[in-house]
């Protein structure tokens, strides 16, 4: 007997209010005694939120992974522009000096944020049996990769910048 997949995509027509309203309605609908799989596909201003409500639940573990994983190195990007225009107001060359780190934390973030995208999609094909299903189970598989092997780098580009610029500051003076 086949597992029944459900799959919702509600991009950006939503709030984060009106997607936790969505994911308590789900969970409180569904029978516990029925073997389903649920797979969520939140707009991205919506994923910390998903995320931690479907780590209370048994809502599809990738789709979580990758939630989470892009939920914190977000959030992980948000600090670090932050301290990034704060720096800038003691002494303009230290965004500068942090750049490097910078741009790779944003790479970082923008590709997980495309993951997530590319695994709802795959998780809505999957669902309807729409298309090549070995094409969209390996496009499931390389965007929990991603999440797993790729997208923690941006903690150690996100501990760069957090630590300041002052080596890099102070190395000027032997350059």
Not at 13 to 18: I, L, R
Not at 21 to 36: C, G, K, M, P, W
């Amino acid at each position: 007997m086949s597992k029944l997949v459900i799959a919702g995509n509600w991009k950006m027509n939503n709030t984060v209010e009106a997607a936790e309203q969505l994911v308590r309605a789900i969970e409180e609908n569904l029978e516990s005694t029925i073997d389903i799989e649920v797979i969520l596909c939140p707009p991205f201003t919506s994923l910390s939120k998903v995320a931690e409500l479907t780590n209370k639940n048994s809502i599809a573990k990738a789709f979580k992974i990758i939630c989470t994983n892009v939920s914190t190195a977000l959030d992980r990007l948000s600090s670090a522009t932050d301290w990034i225009l704060e720096a800038a107001i003691q002494d303009p060359r230290r965004p500068y000096a942090s750049s490097f780190h910078y741009l790779m934390l944003w790479g970082s973030v923008a590709g997980g944020w495309q993951m997530a995208r590319a695994a709802g999609v795959a998780a809505r094909h999957l669902a309807t049996g729409e298309g090549n299903q070995d094409f969209y189970r390996g496009k499931s598989l390389t965007c929990r990769h991603y999440c797993e092997q790729v997208l923690p780098e941006s903690e150690a580009h996100y501990q760069a910048i957090m630590s300041g610029s002052d080596t890099v500051l102070a190395a000027a003076q032997y350059i």
